[in-house]
């Protein structure tokens, strides 16, 4: 029977790989995770001269495909299985309708947060 390895009293850390620093390490972990934020628009009179519109709520779309939709007088919040099913909730009134506005894709993070803005 072999022996059992020794145990080492020290835990093990994981070196990381060549010129990148633990904290971008963490900021690419941020940006690859990072839920994607969207506007929910309502637009009346849509295809007309006069058309007009404005947000009704903002929303978070996680991981999973789920969103997380509040709107902007802060009275409805809602957990929805897609941020589409929040188009429902927001169109349906007599020449309203409602559209997601994607913002783009977060392209930097910073781990200090002078560095963020």
Do not use: K
Not at 20 to 28: A, H, K, P
Not at 57 to 86: C, E, F, K, N, Y
Request: proline share 9%; aromatic share 6%.
């Amino acid at each position: 029977m072999a022996a059992a390895p020794p145990q080492s009293p020290r835990p093990v850390t994981p070196r990381l790989p060549t010129g990148r620093t633990f904290d971008q390490e963490l900021c690419g972990l941020v940006l690859d995770t990072a839920p994607r934020l969207f506007a929910v628009v309502q637009i009346w009179g849509e295809g007309l001269p006069d058309v007009d519109g404005w947000v009704a709520a903002w929303g978070v779309a996680d991981h999973s495909g789920r969103a997380h939709v509040v709107s902007i007088d802060g009275q409805a919040r809602m957990t929805l299985t897609s941020p589409d099913r929040a188009l429902r909730h927001f169109a349906g009134r007599p020449g309203i309708t409602a559209r997601l506005v994607w913002l783009a894709q977060p392209s930097a993070a910073a781990v200090d947060r002078s560095e963020a803005a």
